[in-house]
């Protein structure tokens, strides 16, 4: 079955300085990787897609994810935090192989971003 | 501002009471899916339909139903409500039936519903 665990529940940066969000992925074929994030009191918003083209994956507003799959893993990174970026991010996977298009979500990693 | 369109925005109800939240997908998207977000359970897949078909089904509780209608807007109801079925309910829609590399869902702003 697929699944994804989100290492940290809680991540607090200053403004300016990286972000590291951790996933780890669980899956017996090539896995369907996204990153959502939420604001508060707002819908979830794409942010990037693993599509096997490249395991460098941009997405918008500067975040970036790296497939590894050794490591199964799917970390999202930014240079530069933002106070924008201050949200709730989630890891999501897809199974290919399913006969469905269902979302699984990992448990959220609330991003704080400090002046 | 992903196209797809939830109404209401909030809903405040008591227990035993039923409500019907509506979803357009959307323009081209055949599928959509209901999914609910709340604070013990985090976001969990409720319902897929496809072009009116129900597709596939998650941890929908049998108070909960849904439909999709021809012109491929969805309703989600729940009946019996009880104070647990508070929650931010999405939906969201693609294109195709199918998930896999790629095909993302685009989501609506959701519904919170507030069971008293």
């Known amino acids: 079955a697929q699944s994804v665990t989100q290492l940290d529940s809680h991540v607090s940066v200053s403004e300016g300085t990286p972000v590291l969000l951790r996933c780890n992925y669980s899956?017996?074929?090539?896995?369907?990787l996204f990153w959502y994030v939420q604001h508060p009191n707002k819908g979830l918003q794409l942010l990037l897609k693993?599509?096997?083209?490249?395991?460098l994956v941009k997405g918008i507003n500067g975040f970036e994810a790296e497939f590894k799959k050794s490591e199964t893993s799917f970390h999202l990174t930014k240079p530069s935090a933002h106070m924008s970026d201050a949200a709730e991010y989630f890891c999501?996977?897809?199974?290919?192989?399913?006969?469905?298009?269902?979302?699984?979500f990992g448990q959220g990693t609330t991003l704080q971003v400090k002046p | 501002d992903s196209g797809v369109t939830q109404t209401p925005k909030h809903l405040i109800t008591a227990t035993g009471q039923r409500v019907t939240l509506r979803c357009s997908p959307r323009?081209?998207?055949?599928?959509v899916y209901w999914y609910q977000q709340s604070l013990d359970q985090g976001l969990q897949f409720l319902i897929q339909?496809?072009?009116?078909?129900?597709?596939a089904k998650g941890n929908i509780l049998e108070r909960f139903s849904a439909q999709q209608f021809p012109d491929l807007h969805s309703e989600l109801n729940l009946s019996s409500l009880e104070l647990g079925d508070s929650a931010l309910y999405f939906c969201?829609?693609?294109?195709?039936?199918?998930?896999?590399?790629?095909?993302?869902?685009?989501f609506g702003p959701g519904t919170r519903l507030t069971v008293l």
């Open positions: 323009s081209g998207d055949l599928s």
């Open positions: 899956s017996s074929y090539s896995p369907s």
């Open positions: 693993y599509t096997s083209a490249a395991t």
């Open positions: 339909y496809y072009n009116g078909e129900e597709r």
């Open positions: 999501v996977v897809s199974d290919p192989d399913s006969n469905t298009g269902k979302l699984i």
């Open positions: 969201a829609s693609s294109v195709g039936q199918y998930g896999g590399a790629g095909r993302e869902q685009f």
